[in-house]
């Protein structure tokens, strides 16, 4: 295959970093190891202690979409198996690449486990039915065959109009024009038809969000024997109510317990994930104005967009109404341990840091938490690529900063050696003068201290641009070399940003075929036992 599958883990947040390194300063906030084995043992044990063989609720919960997952379907049902869970945003075309990765990271940790506990593990996938934010996930970002970024959107949904949450939000007729632009952009191959015809059976203008990204999803991994599990389902309501109630009936607490956690992360240098919001709790309802943030109010409570005011009694009402009352990020997790036999738990890097901040609520509601595992980074290199990063010694990671800059340093480097100099000796010695120079007129009027260091940064931006001037009037093949570098920085980093988090699937699906995703779990190695970390 002319394509390099790069595999990495989580390394800008530093609580994750602790968390894979298995840091003893980190554990006062994520109880389990997620590289031992006895973390999961331990997990299993409570799993089967708190569920004991009250599972056959599970087989109207739970949509497989093999024979495979199926049967292990059927174990969890029975009580011999376990779960492993992870969940993402039905995004449009079913989003950019980081929600696969994480399901295929899910998928290996479940086999992990499956050999080394000896048991069915079966890997479980929460479609995030339940969230209302459209602007969120009305897009999807591919590139054209110009290399430069297109989205595709359908519309934004009016200001004025109740946010219905994805179970709810129907794609409408716009849906086929988007259909279209993707056919556009996808190359002519043997690949191209059969997954465009995959998406078209899935996104119809009659399906709504949450149901396309499902079906699609079933399609694409199917055979990884996953099951796939929709918050809005009834049966899921229905066990998720006592959550909701224990929510409710204790919101003071749970709110004074989180804000204390919150401080306690700041305090060890690791920061607050989820917003600390005076008397928050972990609800959302349908109010007026669509799926509305909860709030305490005196002795009642308050929808934050409308302001409409509700009794505890009347929420707890709501709480047994499918669909009324539904669980925010911070009460998922918890939810999900109280309702599925999950052992674990693969997260990107902001839900392992919404898991360090949630930790102590899991005991307020009665149960334990999953062990939180970091999902696979994982970043494609095409041919085409690979011959520029090599052309000037670069690795993927390096265009994390603008190609521009990039650029700079290197023709910098390829410029005569005296030409160097030179303007080394010039920045210097600009340096040195406005630097006296801000000394003495200091003792003047202190007030001059900004406009010199201005004039000092615009003297500099100066030399900059006479260097680059300098270098493309040197050699113009360097032009070429600059023009390559932002070609790689848009495959790498397009907008900015790792492409697994912008770039949609059918990027590379579309050229590689359905098969990468085999590839990809392949390069992935295993997620528990020594050697893991890093």
């Known amino acids: 295959m002319s394509l390099e599958i790069l595999i990495g883990r989580p390394s800008a947040n530093a609580i994750v970093v602790d968390h894979l390194d298995n840091a003893p300063r980190v554990r006062g906030f994520l109880s389990h190891d997620p590289g031992a084995l006895e973390s999961y043992e331990a997990r299993a044990e409570d799993v089967d202690r708190r569920f004991g063989a009250n599972r056959e609720h599970l087989a109207g919960m739970l949509r497989a979409t093999s024979e495979g997952s199926a049967g292990k379907l059927r174990a969890l049902a029975d009580g011999t198996g376990l779960a492993v869970t992870t969940g993402h945003q039905a995004g449009l075309f079913g989003g950019p690449l980081m929600g696969l990765y994480k399901l295929l990271s899910t998928v290996r940790l479940a086999r992990d486990l499956e050999s080394a506990l000896d048991r069915p593990v079966a890997p479980i996938f929460w479609v995030a039915a339940d969230d209302h934010d459209w602007d969120e996930v009305r897009r999807a970002t591919l590139l054209t065959p110009q290399n430069e970024v297109a989205e595709i959107a359908l519309p934004p949904a009016s200001p004025d109009a109740p946010a219905p949450p994805m179970s709810e939000r129907v794609l409408g007729p716009e849906v086929?024009?988007?259909?279209?632009?993707?056919?556009?952009?996808?190359?002519?191959?043997?690949?191209?038809?059969?997954?465009?015809?995959?998406?078209?059976?899935?996104?119809?203008?009659?399906?709504?969000?949450?149901?396309?990204?499902?079906?699609?999803?079933?399609?694409?991994?199917?055979?990884?024997?996953?099951?796939?599990?929709?918050?809005?389902?009834?049966t899921v309501r229905a066990r998720a109510a006592p959550v909701l109630r224990d929510e409710i009936e204790h919101a003071e607490a749970h709110d004074r317990i989180f804000a204390n956690r919150s401080r306690e992360l700041l305090d060890a240098g690791y920061g607050a994930q989820i917003p600390v919001l005076d008397g928050g709790t972990g609800l959302h309802f349908m109010g007026p104005l669509g799926r509305e943030r909860v709030f305490m109010d005196g002795d009642g409570f308050r929808l934050r967009a409308s302001g409409t005011r509700l009794g505890r009694a009347e929420l707890l009402r709501a709480a047994e109404e499918p669909g009324r009352l539904t669980a925010g990020v911070g009460l998922r997790p918890i939810l999900e341990s109280a309702i599925l036999p999950t052992v674990a738990y693969v997260g990107g890097p902001a839900e392992v840091a919404y898991f360090a901040q949630i930790e102590p609520l899991f005991d307020e509601h009665g149960v334990s938490p999953q062990v939180v595992v970091p999902r696979y980074t994982v970043t494609l290199v095409e041919a085409k690529t690979r011959k520029v990063l090599d052309r000037f010694g670069l690795a993927p990671g390096d265009f994390d900063r603008p190609a521009h800059e990039i650029g700079a340093r290197i023709l910098r480097e390829e410029l005569p050696e005296d030409v160097r100099d030179a303007l080394k000796s010039l920045r210097a010695a600009l340096g040195q003068g406005y630097g006296s120079l801000s000394e003495a007129a200091e003792r003047i009027d202190p007030t001059l201290r900004g406009a010199i260091g201005s004039a000092r940064n615009s003297a500099l931006h100066g030399v900059g641009?006479?260097?680059?001037?300098?270098?493309?009037?040197?050699?113009?093949?360097?032009?070429?070399?600059?023009?390559?570098?932002?070609?790689?920085?848009?495959?790498?980093?397009?907008?900015?940003?790792?492409?697994?988090?912008?770039?949609?699937?059918?990027?590379?699906?579309?050229?590689?075929?359905?098969?990468?995703?085999?590839?990809?779990?392949?390069?992935?190695?295993?997620?528990?036992?020594?050697?893991?970390a890093g």
């Not at 920085?489 to 492409?499: D, H, S, W, Y």
């Open 176 to 234: 086929d024009d988007a259909l279209e632009a993707l056919g556009a952009l996808l190359p002519p191959n043997d690949f191209r038809d059969r997954l465009l015809a995959m998406v078209r059976s899935a996104y119809r203008p009659d399906a709504t969000a949450a149901a396309a990204f499902g079906d699609l999803l079933a399609e694409l991994v199917g055979r990884f024997d996953v099951l796939l599990v929709d918050p809005s389902d009834a």
């Open 465 to 532: 641009e006479l260097e680059k001037r300098i270098a493309q009037h040197s050699d113009a093949q360097r032009e070429i070399g600059l023009q390559q570098l932002r070609k790689a920085e848009i495959n790498l980093f397009p907008a900015g940003r790792p492409q697994e988090r912008i770039l949609n699937s059918f990027q590379y699906l579309a050229r590689y075929g359905v098969s990468l995703l085999d590839d990809v779990l392949a390069a992935m190695g295993p997620l528990v036992g020594a050697g893991v």
